[in-house]
């Protein structure tokens, strides 16, 4: 065979996308395999043994920084609205506490525009497929996880809800710091923990009026001793009110989730969010634990007011 003069050779090459032609021959050829996909596959198979049909889902921890096509399996734990207070309270997004088949946890948001895509078929408790999603970093302020990474809906996302069948995903997952922890959080604005104490005092005169209050202060003392003030803003309060009202006993241990530590009017406080949740004696596993941790201990008597902690 005769090369055309044209041709290049090797030699000539340089690093680019190339258009022009060379000659060669094809002297031998061979499989080229992926070492890695025994480790997954191996992976996958430990997930069926403990997490039945949905093994090959993904969970949290394999995501990487990308749009993500491939379909996860998770829990709506929670979820509420994100809104801008500094442009009349304007609606930004829904944000969703999501936890995996691993009880790994991640942080979600729906912006505004594609809400109503989403907004019916969304429940708290349900599990959803969800694919084809952007994976960004997790916010560095006011964070409700610890996972590095946040899933970002588009206009692609899919969310399917699905039979509980087969896999066994938490229902709860708290993040219960104690007063120490707090305090060396405090104004920092950047992760919110939970708080699990014994509920002292509910401070509002107008709390059995009738009037839906927008702030109410909470004693609440703390397992490692001290007695803190919680104050919840909004619907939050709102909500602690009217499940208060409901209950036939008065609540001895609560636990307030997703809190910001700060200080309000120079007192060391519990602030609520907008994704804080209340949770009274026997709501949830915390609580009923503690429940009985006060009464084995005989710490289940009334606790004095006056000793509230001062910055």
């Known amino acids: 065979m005769v090369a055309s003069a044209t041709s290049l050779v090797f030699d000539d090459l340089r690093k680019c996308f190339n258009k022009n032609e060379v000659l060669a021959r094809v002297v031998h050829y061979w499989e080229a395999h992926n070492i890695n996909n025994g480790e997954r596959e191996r992976e996958i198979l430990k997930r069926e043994k403990r997490y039945g049909r949905f093994a090959t889902s993904l969970v949290f921890d394999d995501l990487r920084k990308c749009f993500n096509k491939n379909e996860v399996l998770a829990r709506v734990v929670h979820f509420w609205e994100a809104r801008n207070i500094n442009k009349g309270d304007l609606l930004l997004g829904f944000e969703l506490f999501l936890i995996d088949q691993k009880g790994t946890t991640i942080h979600a948001f729906i912006p505004a525009n594609r809400i109503g895509c989403y907004e019916e078929d969304l429940k708290a408790g349900v599990i959803y497929k969800i694919k084809n999603f952007l994976v960004i970093n997790n916010k560095t302020s006011y964070k409700v996880t610890s996972h590095k990474f946040l899933i970002q809906f588009t206009h692609h996302t899919v969310l399917a809800p699905t039979d509980h069948a087969g896999h066994d995903i938490e229902r709860q997952n708290v993040r219960i710091r104690s007063y120490a922890e707090f305090n060396e959080a405090v104004n920092k604005n950047e992760d919110l923990y939970d708080a699990l104490g014994k509920l002292v005092l509910v401070s509002n005169e107008n709390f059995n009026n009738g009037v839906t209050n927008k702030r109410i ?25 009217k499940k208060l009202m409901e209950s036939v006993d008065k609540p ?17 406080c519990l602030s609520s969010t907008s994704s804080t949740r209340i949770f009274f004696d026997n709501d949830i596993e915390p609580n009923t634990g503690y429940l009985t941790w006060l009464r084995e201990n005989g710490k289940d008597s009334e606790v004095t007011t006056s000793e509230v902690t001062k910055p």
């Open 217 to 241: 202060d909470i004693h609440l003392q703390l397992k490692d001793g001290p007695i803190v003030r919680v104050t919840l803003w909004g619907n939050v309060a709102a909500n602690f009110q």
């Open 252 to 268: 001895m241990v609560l636990l307030a989730t997703t809190m910001n530590p700060r200080t309000f009017r120079d007192v060391f």
